[in-house]
């Protein structure tokens, strides 16, 4: 079964807009990652954030981590039409050694 | 290109014929694992390997699965008696040795059709 549940399932949005994107989690984590999967394709890494970090930056990437809630987020900020993908959480347990994704959120990016 | 390369890209089976997926992981990563990935889902680990060692199975890895890295380079995976619900998309990734940024490198994937 899959630890992390994304929220929302699907998101449309206009270009230049803001997209964010939630995940919740269930077990204590080392860290937690963001990928992407545009259709038919294998997955991308965007970002990790360690478990003692609040907040990171890349590029147009924003990525927040509060472990009292085992809650992250995803903003992607000025939304262009290529960032139409479907969004993975993945978190990587304490101790473990593999990656346990959630369902994921599609994002829809309209031009 | 040296990322992570699957064989073959897509695959179409009758119901009980066997398959079997090839995945060449990045060169000096010495971790491979296995995903599956249906329609609408996140992947869902099905193994890990470390260099030639398979340390870690899925219960999702019935007995018609099998996973093989023998060298501690490429591996296969094999599903005997195909059915149905075995039609996913299989995902290869590879990852370095432990201390790493942690992240996964995948690769484009096997997608199998069971008919």
């Known amino acids: 079964s899959q630890q992390g549940e994304e929220d929302p399932q699907a998101l449309s949005i206009q270009e230049g807009e803001n997209a964010t994107m939630n995940c919740s989690y269930k077990t204590s984590i080392n860290n937690l990652q963001w990928y992407r999967q545009n259709s038919g394709r294998g997955l991308v890494h965007l970002i990790l954030?360690?478990?003692?970090?609040r907040e990171k930056h890349s590029g147009r990437l924003r990525v927040t981590l509060d472990t009292s809630k085992k809650s992250s987020s995803l903003l992607i900020t000025a939304s262009r039409a290529a960032d139409t993908a479907s969004y993975f959480c993945?978190?990587?347990?304490?101790?473990?050694?593999?990656?346990?994704f959630g369902a994921g959120t599609i994002l829809r990016v309209k031009s | 290109d040296t990322g992570v390369s699957q064989d073959p890209r897509h695959k179409i089976t009758k119901r009980g014929q066997n398959v079997t997926f090839r995945c060449d992981p990045i060169s000096e990563h010495n971790r491979l694992y296995w995903y599956r990935q249906t329609l609408g889902q996140g992947p869902e680990f099905l193994t890990y390997f470390q260099n030639e060692a398979q340390l870690e199975k899925s219960r999702l890895l019935s007995d018609r699965f099998s996973a093989e890295r023998p060298k501690g380079s490429f591996s296969t995976l094999e599903i005997q008696r195909t059915e149905q619900g075995d039609s996913a998309m299989y995902l290869c990734?590879?990852?370095?040795?432990?201390?790493?940024?942690?992240?996964?490198?995948f690769g484009e994937g096997s997608r199998l059709t069971v008919l």
């Open positions: 954030i360690r478990s003692n970090e």
């Open positions: 993945a978190t990587d347990a304490t101790g473990g050694n593999k990656l346990v």
């Open positions: 990734a590879s990852r370095p040795r432990q201390g790493g940024a942690g992240e996964l490198f």
